[in-house]
């Protein structure tokens, strides 16, 4: 059974920084791409970067590139979103995806996704 267990996020005033931690089991993670998507309050699910199954290819919208990376551990099982430069705008609950595919988006029939935790940026 594939589990996708989130952590890291809390709140952080504007131009701070977090990183989010994603511990995957149940299946062998270094045979899938892996994604982060977000949802803002009383938004849709928004893609924020993708990884390819061994680290070496990575993709991000422009509303995030440059600020977040995104990075894995094949040897630990652990995904990763290190978040910078933090504003209002990235306010959301943010979500470990499993992917059946490497994309730029984020497929609700293809790809599965943990439970989520916060970020909240505010002064």
């Known amino acids: 059974q594939v589990q996708l267990v989130e952590s890291g996020g809390g709140l952080v005033q504007p131009g701070g920084s977090l990183r989010l931690s994603c511990a995957a089991s149940?299946?062998?993670?270094?045979?899938?791409?892996m994604s982060w998507v977000r949802q803002a309050p009383g938004k849709g699910l928004e893609w924020v970067s993708s990884?390819?199954?061994?680290?070496?290819?990575?993709s991000y919208p422009n509303s995030v590139k440059g600020r977040f990376t995104i990075s894995r551990d094949n040897a630990k099982n652990t995904l990763y979103l290190h978040m910078n430069s933090l504003n209002a705008e990235d306010t959301a609950v943010y979500y470990c995806?499993?992917?059946?595919?490497?994309?730029?988006?984020?497929?609700?029939?293809?790809?599965?996704r943990g439970q989520g935790t916060q970020v909240t940026v505010s002064s």
């Open positions: 995806v499993k992917k059946r595919f490497y994309s730029n988006s984020y497929s609700q029939v293809l790809d599965q």
């Open positions: 149940g299946f062998t993670f270094r045979d899938f791409a």
């Open positions: 990884i390819n199954d061994d680290g070496t290819t990575t």
